[in-house]
């Protein structure tokens, strides 16, 4: 017999979230400290992001309110289609920018511009899924 989908979204308030954080737990500090953007950006980049991450979540709540939960696991999908590739994008660029690959003045213009946009994607994106993620655990 399989296991029904429904059953488990609804024990996930109960087990889900409480065994996620603990499975982190012991990657919390590492998982803060990844650098995703060279601190030549920071802190003015750090605090920009920040900001649009709360917009994020607060237009992610604004777009999901009231949505059935599929539709609200859609929009959650959606934001994890910005959050992955934003995060490659930075990690990528973190570990191979200077030491691995050097560009052109021109080339690396552009890809310093990928960068600041991917890292404010990561932000964008994380706000996103854990605004629609509060509206799924309340029942919203």
Sequence with gaps: MPFPLARFWAK????????????????????IDVELISDFYQPRLGALATLLGAIGAMVGVALYMGKVPVLQRRGMLRGLWLLIPA?????????????????????????????????IGVFIGLGWIIGIAYLLLIGA
């Excluded at 982190?24 to 998982?31: A, D, N, Q």
């Excluded at 691995?100 to 213009?109: D, M, R």
């Design 87 to 119: 995060f490659v994008i930075c990690l990528v660029f973190t570990l191979s920018v200077g030491h691995i690959w050097t560009f052109e003045p021109a080339a690396s213009v552009a890809i310093h511009f990928i960068w600041i946009v991917a890292y």
């Design 12 to 31: 996930w308030k109960t087990w889900g979230v409480p065994a996620f954080v603990s499975a982190l737990s012991p990657w919390f500090g590492r998982l």
